[in-house]
């Protein structure tokens, strides 16, 4: 996740550069139910409103927040599927906020209304995410569900009015592009605490140019968007939040615009970033889906690292023998292609590996949901040429029929 406000903070008030300070343990993202109400587009997995067999039970469910606990995991977000359809939700979180960590509730929003948000209230969740893919017509064609939107924006509503930290996630595809403005305003209009944006990339679009693809275009321009937008947000003192989500290569293109804009702060900006360190799948975040398998995060779900229910999650996260994780948390990781001739690898840290993965089966090789151009990643005129097909293997057909949605679920 890369933090715009935070950054956008520092062009105000700069903090000391520090070394890089993993948390004690990693954000644990917890499908508990893989059951829905919607029958989402983008749904990365594929729920449906029915029962799943093989779901950790209540007891099963706090033996494994047991463990988290003792491994130092501060976060949980309970997700899904949508989580409120789980029976013991409500149980589920008491104990988790009892027990310290901070609990993030993340929903599609249609279930929260007057019958829970009594309970919801009284639980202080520590945030709660709401997904909106767009303006009415356009949410309710992705969810598939006639007042969906309205719905929605309802238990947000509700959950601001009650004093919750309440944020609006939004994935942008060729199909709701032309809504983030319209979302970004509403966000504004109606005092939501966080914006979280969250790339789609099209993984198949190799090493077209990146300046001029049609796709590139459209995130560079929201990119642009989202920074202008937060900064004057900043220069006003407003503590909103916006964040982006699903590919590092944000870091670097921020820094891009800081070293147009601010050119002054670039290299504290610079520093900064370095500080973060980009792409932390398999290091500070972590996945167990609803049978309890555990993952280097969301997009992972076809790599399981094992499962709760024969190992401990401590014992999975901490075994090196899988040379997925081991590469993941492998700092600098060994990353090839345009990726490991990239200059700014020590801050987007090679960015999501597994779309690499869908698309050559080497998680190591570039990542081609990069929009930068070579030269703003430090590459000389023809260096792509110059590399020829082993530095970029043409794609397996049936790889690429396998490319998932980035995930967004609820």
């Known amino acids: 996740m890369f933090r715009i406000t935070q950054y956008l903070q520092e062009l105000v008030a700069p903090t000391p550069v520090g070394p890089r300070r993993p948390p004690p343990g990693p954000v644990v993202i917890w499908n508990l139910i893989r059951r829905c109400n919607l029958t989402c587009k983008h749904c990365y997995s594929i729920s449906a409103d029915k029962d799943f067999p093989g779901e950790l039970s209540t007891a099963q469910v706090f033996s494994v927040m047991d463990d988290l606990k003792g491994f130092r995991v501060p976060v949980l977000i309970l997700s899904g599927g949508e989580p409120l359809l789980r029976h013991d939700i409500w149980e589920i979180a008491a104990r988790a906020k009892a027990m310290g960590f901070y609990v993030g509730l993340s929903s599609n929003g249609t279930l929260i209304d007057e019958s829970n948000i ?41 959950c601001r009015d009650r004093g919750l930290k309440v944020g609006v996630r939004y994935t942008m595809t060729q199909d709701n592009a032309h809504d983030l403005p319209g979302l970004l305003d509403l966000v504004e209009a109606e005092g939501i ?75 504290h900006i610079r520093a900064k970033l370095t500080q973060w360190g980009g792409n932390s799948s398999g290091v500070n975040v972590a996945n167990i889906d609803n049978l309890g398998n555990v993952h280097p995060d969301t997009m992972w779900w076809h790599h399981t690292l094992g499962n709760v229910k024969e190992r401990a999650f401590s014992e999975i996260w901490t075994d090196l023998s899988d040379p997925l994780l081991a590469g993941l948390k492998q700092h600098p990781r060994a990353v090839t292609g345009r990726c490991g001739a990239c200059a700014h690898l020590a801050i987007c840290n090679g960015n999501t590996r597994v779309r690499a993965q869908q698309l050559t089966g080497d998680p190591w090789s570039e990542d081609p949901g990069c929009y930068l151009a070579d030269d703003e990643i430090g590459l000389p005129p023809g260096w792509q040429s110059a590399q020829g097909d082993a530095a970029n293997p043409a794609p397996d057909k049936a790889l690429r029929a396998a490319i998932p949605l980035t995930p967004v679920n609820p």
């Open 118 to 158: 009594d309970r919801i209230a009284e639980l202080d969740f520590n945030y709660v995410g709401v997904s909106l893919d767009g303006i009415r017509e356009t949410h309710d064609r992705f969810r598939r569900m006639d007042g969906a939107f309205e719905k929605s924006l309802h238990g947000v509503r509700l």
């Open 193 to 267: 605490d966080r914006f979280y944006f969250s790339h789609l990339n099209y993984a198949g679009r190799g090493n077209r140019n990146r300046k001029t693809d049609a796709h590139h275009q459209s995130t560079r321009a929201a990119m642009d968007m989202l920074f202008e937008r937060c900064w004057a947000g900043v220069e006003k003192g407003e503590a909103k939040e916006f964040t982006t989500g699903n590919n590092d290569a944000d870091g670097v293109y921020f820094l891009h615009w800081v070293q147009r804009r601010f050119p002054e702060k670039a290299e």
